[in-house]
């Protein structure tokens, strides 16, 4: 059983089918009764796939390496690092998701520089209860990687920008104090290379 609240923002994965096979990106999103809302910025390949296919499907995964895959999947060939099952029609579901719902769209409300999404669906099918615990590391990657997004995204030299940073580093410094078996420093070390290869910021010197 995967317990849901209303009103609070939770990170997935959506997936999907297009004429091009198989997509899959993280997302963020909000319940709200039989309602799922997620906002997607304009001009993105998100946003061009959601206007115009209805069915698609919510992920949900407690692993980074995953989100991390798929938020860079040209730099991690991350499409072909996951695996699908169509448990419908048009309906694939990420192999390593421990639960999922269908979504089906419902309407789009158009904003200044994003839309927002809303989708009906039933409910959540839980396909493995084995849950880790939420770490401090996990939590911590996950948050890196949206800002990681973000700056990707905006690429200029603003107060916005230098915010980023700034925070991202505070965020890499607490991972390098915590996050200390084999398994996160690997994903940290990754998280830190697409840092630098984002930011050109190469006078930071972490022990990853």
């Known amino acids: 059983m995967i317990i849901v609240r209303d009103n609070v923002l939770y990170e997935g994965i959506i ?8 997509y899959a990106t993280p997302i963020g999103f909000t319940i709200r009764g039989n309602n799922i ?7 993105s390949l998100t946003h061009s796939y959601l206007s115009t296919i209805r069915k698609t499907v919510l992920n949900i995964t407690d692993n980074p390496y995953i989100y991390l895959y798929l938020a860079f999947k040209k730099e991690f060939n991350g499409l072909n690092k996951v695996s699908f099952i169509e448990v419908e029609d048009n309906a694939p579901v990420l192999e390593e ?8 769209l419902r309407d789009i409300i158009p904003c200044l520089n994003y839309d927002t999404f809303i989708y009906n669906y039933n409910t959540f099918v839980t396909r ?4 880790e615990p939420l770490s401090r590391c996990n939590w911590l990657a996950i948050e890196a990687l949206i800002y990681l997004t973000k700056l990707f995204k905006i690429r200029d030299s603003g107060v916005e920008v230098s ?9 890499f410094r607490i991972m390098e104090r915590l996050c200390n078996d084999p398994y996160h ?19 930071n010197n972490y022990l990853f």
């Open 185 to 203: 420093k690997e994903l940290v070390n990754n998280l830190f290379k697409l840092y630098i290869s984002i930011s050109g910021n190469h006078n």
């Open 97 to 104: 998701a421990k639960a999922y719902a269908i979504l089906y």
């Open 15 to 22: 997936s999907l089918k297009s004429e091009k096979g198989y």
């Open 128 to 131: 493995n209860p084995d849950i």
């Open 163 to 171: 915010n980023m940073k700034t925070y991202l580093n505070h965020v």
């Open 37 to 43: 809302y997620i906002k997607v910025y304009h001009g």
